[in-house]
């Protein structure tokens, strides 16, 4: 998967992620830059997803891991 970044500096509130774990199992995080990272529940990381308005979304793939899907997404 290609991730063209932006050219400019993107200024945002939160970073949400999710992340597969060494075991492959999915954590979710919201994470205030420079302040805190706190781990959430799938249900709240879905409805950020679902009703914040989204800056930017970075995928993130492993090699070898092609369906594993990981991504953050800024707002």
């Known amino acids: 998967m290609r991730y063209v970044p932006s050219p400019i500096a993107l200024q945002f509130s939160y970073m949400y ?3 597969a774990n060494s075991s492959g199992r999915m954590q ?3 994470i205030k830059p420079g302040q805190s990272k706190l781990r ?3 249900t709240e990381f879905i409805k950020a997803y ?4 989204i ?7 492993q090699k070898g891991q092609d369906t ?3 991504f953050e997404f800024f707002v």
């Open 17 to 19: 992620s999710a992340t």
């Open 28 to 30: 979710y995080h919201r």
């Open 40 to 42: 959430i529940s799938r």
């Open 50 to 53: 679902n009703d914040s308005h």
């Open 55 to 61: 800056l930017a979304i970075n995928p993130l793939q």
């Open 68 to 70: 594993v899907f990981q």
